[in-house]
């Protein structure tokens, strides 16, 4: 059975850090592109982070440019997204999701950026 798990989310004051985890399993995750996504209460989901297969390339939304990295571990079936520099408007669910022929989704894990 195809999962995706997350994990790390917490609450954080301002110009904290959090790492998030994110580790698949029923699928073959060396060949997908892995995606954080995050969605805050009353707004769209957006697209965070991607990074390729290889782990060669990576991008982010403009918003958090500078201050996320996303990486991967293939050997734990793994990818992470370090968040430094919090903002309260990073406040939203973090969502990772693979896609290569297929997508997965996983469920999702909470970060609040509050004093």
């Known amino acids: 059975q195809v999962q995706l798990a997350e994990s790390g989310g917490g609450l954080v004051q301002p110009g904290g850090s959090l790492r998030l985890s994110c580790t698949a399993s029923g699928f073959t995750f060396r060949m997908y592109i892995m995606r954080w996504y995050r969605q805050a209460p009353g707004k769209e989901r957006e697209l965070v982070a991607a990074i390729s297969s290889d782990g060669r390339s990576t991008n982010y939304a403009d918003s958090v440019k500078g201050r996320f990295t996303i990486s991967r571990d293939d050997a734990k079936s793994s990818v992470y997204l370090q968040l430094n520099s919090l903002k309260p408007e990073d406040t939203a669910t973090y969502y990772c999701?693979?896609?290569?022929?297929?997508?997965?989704w996983g469920k999702g894990t909470l970060v609040t950026v509050s004093s």
């Open positions: 999701m693979a896609v290569y022929r297929n997508s997965y």
